[in-house]
């Protein structure tokens, strides 16, 4: 059964940065990305990535603070997140999946999801 490791999160405080990393154990995936969940909240998709790296998605709340990366051996997506704020506090959840940009409703293998805190 596929597999997506995730890496990263913590606690931080406002403005701060962070990293997460996510790898899967086979290079079959077309689009990887995060989502995530806060309290109460539905799950909702924040970035993807393709393949190649041409096709890049982030939601509105996201743009221009957060990152998406790919490395060349297509296992690994990262999220940098810069200038981090309170309401960016979820559990951050990989995904991977064969379509464009990923919805939730079709990826096919997400990652055990890890918890990043912003405190005010």
């Known amino acids: 059964q596929a597999q997506l490791t995730e890496s990263g999160g913590g606690l931080v405080q406002t403005g701060d940065s962070l990293g997460l990393t996510c790898t899967a154990d086979t290079d079959y995936w077309y689009t990887m990305g995060w989502f995530r969940q806060a309290p109460g909240k539905e799950r909702e998709r924040i970035a993807a990535?393709?393949?190649?790296?041409?096709?890049?998605y982030y939601r509105d709340s996201v743009k221009g603070r957060f990152t998406i990366s790919r490395d060349s051996a297509k296992t690994t997506v990262a999220l940098q997140m810069n200038s981090l704020k309170p309401e960016d506090t979820a559990v951050y959840f990989c995904?991977?999946?064969?379509?464009?940009?990923?919805?939730?409703?079709?990826?096919?293998?997400w990652g055990q999801g890890t918890l990043v805190a912003v405190s005010s």
């Open positions: 995904a991977a999946g064969t379509d464009w940009p990923l919805m939730s409703y079709s990826v096919a293998v």
């Open positions: 990535i393709n393949r190649s790296g041409g096709l890049v």
